[in-house]
């Protein structure tokens, strides 16, 4: 694979203005946003597709049919495509080519536990995956070659589909606006905001992904924490409203208990923060593979000045409740605030910082088993 250079600053872009009139409002487009956006070549992108652990997909259009394969693929497949109307889209490149998951610190200015992944797709000229939407709020940096793009208006799961398709293609399509992106533009598109994008030339875009929780993920969950400590013993009782009503009926005083009850059990702030810290910092794929680190010589190695590093597909997050509390890959760590800040609001985790940290038990424990599973690792194997 070809070296990197990837340029971390966001051009004629104001955090402010964007923040306050776009950020989940409405699409944005801004021009040469980033220098030299030609981080990968489509053979980068057609090897990762091979590998077995990558999560890829191709979709092909022949008129009004589509063909949707799911990676891994071989490399003869790719000898065999048409020459126009396909797609290669591979998710998580960033936990692929860290590289790759530098592009990140230019969106700095979101809460890093919000971010999905960076997908890459390619697209000869006619490729598409036709008109859809996501449950995600997303930034579409264009690489190589050109791509137009049109962006329609709200859509939701009542929005109809064209039915019998291998992918989800919206029936109704509106564009309310319409932009060509060449070589280092940006297009923000907010969730669940219609968008098509066809490929104008051969072209690669680098699409950052935010994800958030639907209100189903936060029921199933709070409920799911809340089963856990729940008592048999707690039941229903009858108040002096309810028991005026007539034998059978279930007067609205009866409801209005239950109601409390539900209150009080799912409403618990201990509870919908530990699920909360560990939901945000699962992995994405639960057999997401992080190599351990099996040693019992660490702490000579963080002192000595060595050092240590994040995995590039881990995630870490923190909470200032009862304490603090470290999220890694789903799993919490009592630690101190300073330790919590190091590894999860720096792009590059300082060695020496650790090492004056670790005298705290809690920190010295959450370090080695952040160690032993992975999560943080150091640059060389210990002989």
């Given at each position: 694979?070809?070296?990197?250079?990837v340029?971390?600053?966001?051009?004629?872009?104001?955090?402010?203005?964007?923040?306050?009139?776009?950020?989940?409002?409405?699409?944005?487009?801004?021009?040469?946003?980033?220098?030299?956006?030609?981080w990968?070549?489509?053979?980068?992108?057609a090897?990762?597709?091979?590998?077995?652990?990558?999560?890829?997909?191709?979709?092909?259009?022949?008129?009004?049919?589509?063909?949707?394969?799911?990676?891994?693929?071989?490399?003869?497949?790719?000898?065999?495509?048409?020459?126009?109307?396909?797609?290669?889209?591979?998710?998580?490149?960033?936990?692929?080519?860290?590289?790759i998951?530098?592009?990140?610190?230019?969106f700095?200015?979101?809460?890093s536990?919000r971010?999905?992944d960076?997908?890459?797709?390619?697209?000869?000229?006619?490729?598409?995956?036709?008109?859809?939407?996501?449950?995600?709020?997303?930034?579409l940096?264009?690489?190589?070659?050109?791509?137009?793009?049109?962006?329609?208006?709200?859509c939701?799961?009542?929005?109809?589909?064209?039915?019998?398709?291998?992918?989800r293609?919206?029936?109704?399509?509106e564009?309310?606006?319409?932009?060509t992106?060449?070589?280092?533009d940006?297009?923000?598109?907010?969730s669940?905001?219609?968008?098509?994008?066809v490929?104008?030339?051969?072209?690669?875009?680098?699409?950052v992904?935010?994800?958030?929780?639907s209100?189903?993920?936060?029921?199933?969950?709070?409920?799911?924490?809340?089963?856990?400590?729940?008592?048999?013993?707690?039941?229903?009782?009858?108040?002096?409203?309810?028991?005026?009503?007539?034998?059978?009926?279930?007067p609205?005083?009866?409801?209005a208990?239950?109601?409390?009850?539900?209150?009080?059990?799912l409403?618990?702030?201990?509870?919908?923060?530990?699920?909360?810290?560990?939901?945000?910092?699962?992995?994405?794929?639960?057999?997401?593979?992080?190599?351990?680190?099996?040693?019992?010589?660490w702490?000579?190695?963080?002192?000595?000045?060595?050092?240590?590093?994040?995995?590039s597909?881990?995630?870490?997050?923190?909470?200032?409740?009862?304490g603090c509390t470290?999220?890694?890959d789903?799993?919490s760590?009592?630690?101190?605030?300073?330790?919590?800040?190091?590894?999860?609001?720096?792009?590059n985790?300082?060695?020496?910082?650790?090492?004056?940290?670790?005298?705290?038990?809690?920190?010295?424990s959450?370090?080695?088993?952040?160690?032993?599973?992975?999560?943080?690792?150091?640059?060389e194997v210990?002989?």
């Open positions: 694979m070809a070296a990197l250079e340029k971390m600053n966001l051009n004629n872009f104001d955090v402010k203005i964007f923040l306050n009139d776009y950020w989940q409002k409405k699409p944005m487009v801004i021009r040469n946003a980033f220098n030299d956006p030609f990968l070549e489509p053979d980068d992108l090897g990762l597709s091979l590998e077995e652990d990558a999560e890829s997909r191709l979709i092909v259009q022949d008129k009004n049919n589509w063909k949707l394969e799911n990676g891994p693929f071989d490399a003869e497949r790719f000898s065999s495509l048409p020459e126009f109307d396909w797609t290669l889209l591979v998710q998580g490149v960033d936990q692929w080519v860290p590289e998951k530098e592009i990140l610190t230019a700095d200015f979101l809460p536990w971010l999905d960076i997908m890459v797709s390619y697209a000869p000229t006619g490729g598409t995956v036709s008109q859809h939407y996501d449950f995600y709020d997303v930034f940096i264009q690489g190589e070659g050109s791509r137009k793009w049109k962006v329609g208006g709200l939701g799961s009542n929005s109809e589909l064209v039915p019998n398709m291998p992918v293609i919206l029936k109704e399509f564009a309310k606006l319409e932009v992106l060449n070589p280092g940006m297009l923000y598109v907010p669940t905001h219609s968008h098509l994008g490929s104008v030339e051969n072209s690669l875009t680098y699409s992904g935010f994800r958030s929780p209100i189903r993920d936060i029921v199933d969950g709070i409920a799911t924490v809340s089963l856990e400590t729940l008592m048999e013993d707690e039941r229903y009782e009858d108040c002096v409203e309810s028991l005026k009503a007539t034998a059978g009926e279930i609205k005083a009866a409801i208990q239950v109601k409390d009850m539900l209150s009080n059990a409403l618990n702030d201990d509870a919908i923060s530990a699920w909360f810290g560990k939901y945000v910092t699962e992995l994405k794929y639960s057999d997401q593979a992080i190599e351990a680190y099996d040693s019992d010589c702490v000579d190695r963080i002192k000595g000045g060595e050092s240590i590093y994040r995995s597909t881990s995630r870490f997050a923190y909470m200032k409740r009862n470290l999220y890694v789903g799993q760590y009592k630690v101190t605030l300073p330790l919590a800040e190091q590894l999860s609001d720096h792009d985790v300082d060695s020496e910082v650790i090492g004056c940290l670790i005298s705290d038990p809690d920190n010295h959450t370090i080695e088993q952040l160690l032993a599973c992975g999560s943080l690792h150091f640059d210990c002989d």
